[in-house]
């Protein structure tokens, strides 16, 4: 599976930008897929994850209210939607798939995510 996320750009505070992880591979509507972001001079942190048929989503307290996390599976893409954007939110995001149909324990980690997109750099500025 190669994962290709885009969307990113420079905006100004309380715009909003649509990510998107494109995914190659038949089997991609049975995979979770994470969203990942580091800014500048930090460790890369969870932002919000989905699982394979979209029911079940998750997302880091700083972000919860604001961005959206979906998934079409028919065009094996997975959005998120972050509206209200504020300058910390200023990072690369990744994307990232995990392989297994259950929800694991650990979703807001890297360790269960098998293949990783290149990034796409958000800017924020305020």
């Known amino acids: 599976v190669q994962l290709q996320a885009s969307g990113g750009g420079l905006v100004q505070a309380g715009g909003s930008l649509r990510l998107s992880c494109a995914a190659s591979g038949r089997t991609f509507n049975s995979y979770a897929v994470g969203w990942f972001r580091q800014a500048p001079g930090k460790e890369r942190e969870f932002v919000a994850y989905?699982?394979?048929?979209?029911?079940?989503?998750y997302y880091i307290d700083s972000v919860k209210g604001r961005f959206t996390i979906s998934r079409d599976n028919s065009k094996n893409t997975v959005y998120l939607q972050m509206n209200g954007l504020k300058p910390e939110d200023t990072a690369i995001y990744y994307c990232?798939?995990?392989?297994?149909?259950?929800?694991?324990?650990?979703?807001?980690?890297?360790?269960?995510?098998?293949?990783w997109g290149q990034g796409t750099l958000v800017t924020v500025s305020s």
């Open positions: 989905i699982n394979w048929s979209g029911g079940t989503t």
């Open positions: 990232a798939a995990d392989i297994s149909r259950h929800t694991r324990r650990d979703y807001y980690s890297e360790r269960p995510y098998h293949y």
